[in-house]
Structure formats: C-alpha cells, structure tokens
C-alpha cells in the first residue's frame, strides 16, 4: 500500500479535552489503516511516545515564541505532506505546496470574541454571522473568513455548520459534511450485566435501574446535562425551569466559569436539593449516569454537531435539546426526544413537564436508536479518507 503522508496541524491534541483532540486520537489510528501517513504537530505538553505517529508538541509560552517555534517546526511537513489536514485557524503555517483542507467546527471568531469579552457572553452565534460590531470584532470576523476562503477544502460535521461556512463566502463545492460519529466503546470496567454486540459496536446491557443503584442515585424523575458551563450552554435556563415544576431532579456533569454563580442560582430558586454538580467526570462514568437519568438535556445556544446527543441515544436515553444549531440534525422532535426553542424558559418548563407524563420517557426511549445509522464510527472514517484523497 502506497503511504500518503499527512500532515495534521492542530492547537490542541489528546490527552487535552475538546472535540478537536478527541477527534484526532481517534480517527488518526483508522486512518493509517487506509494508508495514511499521519504527522502531528500542535501545542502543549506531555508524552509523546505513546502514540503509532509522530506527535510534535510546541509549549505554551509567550505568543511571539509559541508561533515561532510552531512555525519552524511544522515548515519541513509542509514541504514533506502529500496533503495538509489543519483543525484550527492561525497558526503559522507557511510554505509548501500541498493542498490544504481544514476539519471546522464552529466559529472561532465568535468564540474568541467572548471569551475576550468584545461581545456580550450570551450573543448568539446565528446574530452574530450577519450583526456589525467594533473594529476589533470585524477584523476577527474577516481574518476567519479569508482563512477559509484560502483553504482547498473544508470538512463540517453537519448541515448547518455547511450553510454558516457558506456565509463566510467559502465555494460552495469546497464544503463536505461528514457527520460525527462514537468509536466502538469498550466494556464498561462496573458492568454487572452482560455485554451485547449491535453492529460493529459492543453496548453495556446495563438497566437503568442498575445504573442508579451504582450510583446511589433515588428512583426520582432526574435529567442529567452534561456541558462546560459556559454562558451559551444554557445550564442557568434548565435550573430556572427547574424551579417551576416539582420533584424532578438535575445533574449537571462539568466544569466552567459558570460554575459557583449556577450553585448560586439554584440556591437562590430553591432547587439546590435537586440538582447534584458532579463536576468533570470520566466518559465512563458519564454513560452510567446517562443510563441512568430519563433523559439527558443539552439546552445551548450553540452545537456544531453534539457528541453527548450521540452518546445518549446510543445509550437508549432520550433527549431534550435546543433547537440549535446541528441539533435538529441529532434529535427528531416526538420521536428520539423533544426540540425546544431556544431561549425561551415557558417552552422549556413546558417541554419537561411533558416529557414527565405517563409513558412519554418509554414512548422516545424505544425510538432512541432511530436515525443513528447515520453516526456510524466506521462510515465517518471512510467518508474522511475519501474526502481527503479527492484533494491530492
């Protein structure tokens, strides 16, 4: 098998969270199945003899050092690489001429622009690819844009994420979508219940009643969300709701900024003896809790296309779900769970008062799988190694 040597450009890599590195380490492995040559650069620090590819990791020093250094080191790959697979935008790479074509999942321009605090921590994304601001806002805005306009090719996990690419004035035919998808998961190590093969993944056959036992959890209608609690997760809208209809009980996996003024909200609403914080937790031990919760909640302003969706439905759990962004693309409204418009608290509190009558959780858990044929692990690896050999 002829090798055709790839060299991925990333800002963060395993054993970093965020979906980009998660991403990485686990589709690099199956793409050298298909013969690929991976090469990794990125910032950070940590071992890097762990992986069956080189990984090149540039410390997080003083601006001006980081792009430099990161630039010298990623200049021989450049000239090296049959093809250049970037996953995130400025960083210094410049030279060589193999196409490039860049994984985006979401708009750094509007994540950086609150981070920074240039615009208010709840704008919303979809306002913001058409709405005016300062100069410093507008010139994030543009630099995005012309990043991409010079990419050869551009990978989005959903359709909504094609239409805001297109907004950026990126061709049309550049655009692929291959959907997100979860490896095949392993044995869960606390399994008391025997394990079943569905397809080409292995599933824990694990009741929700065993999941709550596990955890210690009562048999109370519970949700569970699972988000870094930032401004546009919308964790505050679900413990406000929450404070409008009885006994159901929410917890909340994560950690973030949010984190104390959220305690302090549910304190305030009278609540804190219904929502848990569990704080970051294991992949592991966030399935568990999926499995035992009656439904999982993601009520955000944004999601490019949600791994936690997948994981629920997988996991035979509903979901209740802004209807935001790649979300619509996950969950069909009365079928897998319920879209609920976003922001907008008395839909919400309607949404989990009747998500709660007699029979509704069994009526969506018995559909949880439908549509998922389209998340499959090994579909989206071949969908990528294809999409990446049409650029060479």
Known sequence: MNHRRLFVAAGIFHPE??????????????????????????YGAGDTSVYPYPVTRIPRRALPIRLAHYGLTAFPLLRWADLVYVHTLDL??????????????????????????????MEDIDRFQTQDYNSVVSAQKAARAK??????????????????????????AKINVVYNALPPSEPHPLAPSPLTERGNKVELVLSQAEARKQLNLPDAPTIVTAARLTAWKGVDHLI???????????????????????????????????????????????????????????????????????????????????????NPEVVRHNVN??????????????SLEAAFRPGERERLAAN??????RFQFATMVKHTSDVLESYL
């Open 17 to 42: 969270s965020g979906g980009p590195a998660t991403y990485l380490y686990e589709i690099l492995p199956e793409l050298q199945k298909r013969g690929w040559e991976p090469r990794v650069v990125t």
């Open 368 to 373: 949880s799988q439908t549509g998922m044929e």
């Open 92 to 121: 210094p790479l410049m030279g060589g001429k193999a196409k490039r074509v860049v994984k985006m999942v979401g708009d750094q321009a509007w994540e950086r622009a609150i981070r920074k605090g240039w615009i208010p921590a």
């Open 337 to 350: 769970g319920l879209l609920v418009p976003y922001v907008d608290v008395e839909a919400l509190t309607a």
């Open 240 to 326: 406000t709701a929450l404070g409008r209809i009885p006994d159901v009980r929410l917890m909340v996996a994560g950690e973030g900024e949010l984190l104390e003024s959220l305690k302090a909200q549910a304190a305030a609403n009278g609540v804190s003896d219904r929502v848990s914080f569990l704080g970051k937790i294991s992949r592991d031990k966030l399935a568990v809790y999926m499995k035992a919760a009656d439904y999982l909640a993601l009520y955000s302003g944004y999601e490019g296309l949600s791994h936690t969706l997948l994981e629920s439905l997988l996991a035979g759990t509903p979901v209740i779900a802004s209807d935001k962004g790649g």
């Open 147 to 172: 990043q991409m306009q010079a990419m050869d090719g551009v990978i989005v996990p959903s359709q909504y994420l094609k239409r805001m690419v297109e907004g950026w004035g990126v061709d049309e």
